[in-house]
């Protein structure tokens, strides 16, 4: 099959939805997020990309803060909702419930299985965004989302955005173990 060019910005990969938590001028915000990434293993650090149009931006600029919220799949319309108003001119302060860790500008939301919060450590300035390199100091979830002491996605049920079809998925059947599909070929290619 021959391989064709698309337009540069319609990739197709699934991004783990979450909701950003900030303090905007003292008052709670909240903005829909998808473009986040593990940066660094010890300590943890988390990257977010954040669009200069936004107000959660200058949020973060401001006080150096911020929280992660890992939304379930049956909290999909009011998630979408942060992501089409700004709180530049909607207060979006009351949409949930909130509480604190040890960050005072880090608000995180009770009804999210999971949420971390964050403290800055490199806002890198790209043309359109920025990316936030932050310090996850903590990480907040129940011992109902828990099975054997550790996070379980079935649980949690978090799930993903598509572009460019601005899509919504939950998360499906699970297809293997990581570091251990691969020893079989390993072995395989060995003895050829
Ligand atoms: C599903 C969804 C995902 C989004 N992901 C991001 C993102 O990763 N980064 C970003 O800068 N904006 C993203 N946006 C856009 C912002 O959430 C949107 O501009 C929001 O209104 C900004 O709110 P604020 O001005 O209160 O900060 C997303 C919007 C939606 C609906």
Redesign the pocket.
């Known amino acids: 099959m021959p391989k064709i060019t698309i337009e540069k910005n319609l990739f197709c990969l699934p991004?783990t939805?979450?909701i950003?938590g900030?303090h905007?001028e003292g008052k709670v915000?909240?903005?829909?997020?998808?473009?986040?990434t593990r940066v660094n293993y010890n300590p943890p650090m988390i990257g977010?990309?954040?669009?200069k149009?936004?107000?959660?931006?200058s949020?973060i600029l401001g006080t150096g803060e911020f929280s992660i919220n890992v939304p379930s799949a049956d909290m999909a319309a009011l998630?979408?909702?942060?992501?089409?108003?700004?709180?530049?001119?909607?207060d979006?302060s009351k949409l949930f419930e909130v509480f604190y860790g040890e960050l005072k500008s880090a608000p995180m939301i009770v009804n999210c299985p999971v949420t971390m919060e964050c403290k800055l450590v490199q806002p890198v300035e790209l043309p359109t965004?920025y990316f936030f390199i932050a310090e996850i100091m903590n990480i907040y979830t129940e011992e109902r989302f828990l099975t054997d002491g550790k996070p379980d996605v079935k649980k949690i049920n978090p799930f993903v955005?598509t572009m460019p079809d601005?899509r919504?998925w939950s998360i499906g059947e699970c297809i293997g173990k990581a570091w251990h599909e691969g020893i079989a070929v390993r072995e395989r290619l060995k003895q050829e």
């Open positions: 991004w939805q979450t950003l900030t905007l915000n909240f903005m829909a997020l998808d473009w986040l977010i990309c954040v669009n149009m936004s107000a959660s931006h949020a998630t979408d909702y942060t992501g089409i108003v700004s709180g530049k001119k909607v979006k965004n955005l601005n919504f």
